[in-house]
T-cell receptor, first 116, second 110 residues
Framework: DTEVTQTPKHLVMGMTNKKSLKCEQH?????MYWYKQKAKKPPELMFV???????INESVPSRFSPECPNSSLLNLHLHALQPEDSALYLC???????????????FGPGTRLLVL | QKEVEQNSGPLSVPEGAIASLNCTYS??????FFWYRQYSGKSPELIMF????GDKEDGRFTAQLNKASQYVSLLIRDSQPSDSATYLC??????????FGKGTRLSVIA
């Protein structure tokens, strides 16, 4: 089973709203990621949590606030977003391949966000 | 700057043909290479990974890696219209984050 779930599937919010995106995995993965993807572009890394600690923040604006309550859950809190933040937000988690250094990342279905 | 380069396409192949998707990378320290398939409006799906020189086959898919040439490819045999998607090549070095190419759009014509 390589399932990562995300809720909600779609979200429309105004620039003054506060909302949260949620991600869950039960594969025992100890690394979890948030990516942002615009149309016809590759995923763009935002944050990485390793063993529930924030290990990478790719200079993301503070209006995006990640949280990792436990090893299975990852949240992304949104506040005062701009229309240009409209995108597909992807959560991923990773394991180590049995035979070496490969880190296999599995993506959730994503949350399509529209900021009005 | 670690970069992964892909031709954006579209690459059009007739149904039943072999589709060949190519990728080059700049970081000689890259250890592992991944191919993700992404249908329009959906999330990326991991379909192949490879970390040793040579070929790795899984069903209709074959990944090929040549570290000396810093070149990775994905062959899709007996292409089907359902293979029409964007294929993302990615690499990493151990536990570092994935570096993605911009993706190649494949169109399989029935």
């Amino acid at each position: 089973d390589t399932e990562v779930t995300q809720t909600p599937k779609h979200l429309v919010m105004g620039m003054t709203n506060k909302k949260s995106l949620k991600c869950e995995q039960h594969m025992g993965h100890r690394a979890m990621y948030w990516y942002k993807q615009k149309a016809k572009k590759p995923p763009e890394l935002m944050f990485v949590y390793s063993y529930e600690k924030l290990s990478i923040n790719e200079s993301v604006p503070s209006r995006f606030s990640p949280e990792c309550p436990n090893s299975s859950l990852l949240n992304l809190h949104l506040h005062a977003l701009q229309p240009e933040d409209s995108a597909l937000y992807l959560c991923a988690s990773s394991q180590k391949a049995m035979s070496g250094a490969s880190v296999l990342e599995y993506f959730g279905p994503g949350t399509r966000l529209l900021v009005l | 700057q670690k970069e992964v380069e892909q031709n954006s396409g579209p690459l059009s192949v007739p149904e039943g043909a072999i589709a060949s998707l190519n990728c080059t990378y700049s970081d000689r320290g890259s250890q592992s290479f991944f191919w993700y398939r992404q249908y329009s409006g959906k999330s990326p799906e991991l379909i192949m990974f490879i970390y040793s020189n040579g070929d790795k086959e899984d069903g209709r898919f074959t990944a090929q890696l040549n570290k000396a040439s810093q070149y990775v490819s994905l062959l899709i045999r007996d292409s089907q219209p359902s293979d029409s998607a964007t294929y993302l090549c990615a690499s990493n070095s151990g536990n570092t984050p994935l570096v993605f190419g911009k993706g190649t759009r494949l169109s399989v014509i029935a």
